[in-house]
């Protein structure tokens, strides 16, 4: 009996070495696989990041808002439709932006402003205009056509309002 204790311990440690041995072999295993993987993933994401930051090109910050500007236009005179019982109509006015960059774009597209500006005018009745409400509109419609050469021609910004500082029919 004493011989087979040996051999039992000897197949025990035979059986645990390899035991631990096939643990050490799947752990090592583990960890490359999960290298790998976590390599590969990595890898991927930041090459989807980059295609990323390709495809969709990072809008500049709104720069803030300043001071009020106002950019007067010259006086606008325009005959109106022949059978309108007035015959012309002179409009002064003025545009108001906080921004500097759309003060600067106003005062570079002045001509396209003034000449859109000018087909507006032309196209009203009298009849519309001697209302507080007509006036009103036509103030919106010459605010929209000013923002309208602003966002095609200019970089973009608010025009805040307009203000007629002059209204004459006759």
Known sequence: MAKKKPEAEAEN?????????????????????G??????????????????????PETPPKPEKGDPTYIELKPFTVNLDPEDPV???QISLQV??????????????????????TLLFGQQKSADLRSPE??????????????????????GGEVENVYFTGFVMQ
């Open 13 to 33: 440690e035979e059986g645990g070495g390899g035991k631990k041995k096939l643990i050490i072999i799947i752990v090592a295993a583990l960890v490359l696989v």
């Open 35 to 56: 290298a790998g993987v976590g390599g590969a993933l990595m890898f991927m994401g930041g090459d989807e990041q980059a295609q990323t930051a390709q495809a969709e």
């Open 87 to 89: 015959g012309f109509l």
């Open 96 to 117: 108001l932006t906080y921004y500097q960059d759309v003060a600067e774009q106003i005062e570079k597209n002045k001509p396209l402003i003034r000449n859109n500006l």
């Open 134 to 155: 007509g006036k009103t509109e036509l103030q919106k419609k010459a605010k929209e056509t000013i923002q309208q050469v602003i966002d095609k021609y200019g970089d």
